[in-house]
């Protein structure tokens, strides 16, 4: 996991010349843990500290009603002008792209940044969506009956990603 982000750290200095007029934002909830990774990462590289937000894309979710009755709101937190900047959406799991999308959408409410990246530490394929990763950490191809769950230190206890056949 360190040696992916190590490595989609430098491709994003590398792809943007640099760390200045980024911002990197991270989907909630494990998003947000490696977009400080990421950070960290960069700023060890560059010597600049790229600013993060934290994105809740619970409202923008099209299957909202089917997750739950009452959606758990956790807040949106970008405390930087986005406005043309290139905003790096951070994500743990790149599966549907129906996450990737609500995130999108979520960002241009709030304002409209000059572009939008995506980094996801794993893409596990299955597409419903027009939606392909800037950087990704490791390609993992799945079946529709396999689940991937990444758990990090800062939520977990432990860095893991796991691969795990769904239940019926």
Known sequence: MNRALTRIAHEIVERNKGGDDLILVGI?????PLAKRLQE???????????IGELDITLYRDDLQKKSPEPELIATNIEVEI?????????DVLYTGRTVRAAMDAVMDIERPAQIQLAVLIDR???ELPIRADYVGKNIPTSN???IVVELTE???LDEVSIFEKRS
């Open 28 to 32: 909630k909830t494990r998003g947000v």
């Open 41 to 51: 990462k960069i700023r060890r590289i560059e010597e600049v500290t790229v600013p």
């Open 83 to 91: 406005k043309n900047k290139t905003v790096i959406l951070v994500d």
């Open 125 to 127: 394929g299955h597409r």
């Open 145 to 147: 009956e396999e689940l």
């Open 155 to 157: 939520q977990d206890d």
